[in-house]
Antibody, heavy 117, light 106 residues
Framework: EVQLVGSGGGLVKPGGSLRLSCAASGFSLSEYSMNWVRQAPGKGLEWVSSISATSTYIYYADSVRGRFTISRDNAKGSLYLQMNSLTAEDTAVYYC??????????WGQGTLVTVSS | EIVLTQSPATLSLSPGERATLSCRASQSVSNHLAWYQQKPGQTPRLLMYPASSRATGVPARFSGSGSETDFTLTISSLEPEDFAVYYCQQRSNWRDTFGQGTKLEI
């Protein structure tokens, strides 16, 4: 069974940091570009960052550029998002999601990040 | 940044009716446009990518059309399970922006 399992979310104070992880099982992570997508409470989906299969290409939304860093370890089957200088506007459920290959993609269950004092 | 504008924001229909959802891009995305369905408490489900190709396992009542800047998702005859929020997403330049969503309600 294909699974993406996100972890690392939690409550953090403004200005703080968190590192999200996403562990893949049941498929070869190294064949897929990967993404982080977030969804603030009651709001729509927001693309955060993308990384190509071999980490050659990395892109960020303007709202997180300079504060967030995406990375991956294909040998470990894992995707990461280092989040620094967090603000209340970063409060959201963070999903890891694969690129679309042969008509399908895969999403993690989401991990909640709450930024509050 | 490519901006996607979805319309209408809310669409109120009944089971058995036809639904037409629109997504307009601020610049050409060719056919690199995906449609997702999201139900409360669930992760998004891929419906279409590229613009007119159904994803694996998606029922034939869903169809997509369009290219460049104007796209449409059509549900030919609504089933009760189709009432959800629908998002378009462009995947033309690695910065995969989403539209703001259309809520399809009964």
């Amino acid at each position: 069974e294909v699974q993406l399992v996100g972890s690392g979310g939690g409550l953090v104070k403004p200005g703080g940091s968190l590192r999200l992880s996403c562990a893949a099982s049941g498929f070869s992570l190294s064949e897929y570009s990967m993404n982080w997508v977030r969804q603030a409470p009651g709001k729509g989906l927001e693309w955060v960052s993308s990384i190509s299969a071999t980490s050659t290409y990395i892109y960020y939304a303007d709202s997180v550029r300079g504060r967030f860093t995406i990375s991956r370890d294909n040998a470990k089957g894992s995707l990461y998002l280092q989040m620094n200088s967090l603000t209340a506007e970063d409060t959201a459920v963070y999903y890891c999601a694969s690129g679309i290959v042969r008509g399908r993609d895969y999403w993690g269950q989401g991990t909640l990040v709450t930024v509050s004092s | 940044e490519i901006v996607l504008t979805q319309s209408p924001a809310t669409l109120s229909l009944s089971p058995g009716e036809r639904a037409t959802l629109s997504c307009r891009a601020s610049q050409s995305v060719s056919n690199h446009l995906a449609w997702y369905q999201q139900k409360p408490g669930q992760t998004p489900r891929l419906l279409m990518y590229p613009a007119s190709s159904r994803a694996t396992g998606v029922p034939a009542r869903f169809s997509g059309s369009g290219s460049e800047t104007d796209f449409t998702l059509t549900i030919s005859s609504l089933e009760p399970e189709d009432f959800a929020v629908y998002y378009c997403q462009q995947r033309s330049n690695w910065r995969d922006t989403f539209g703001q969503g259309t809520k399809l309600e009964i």
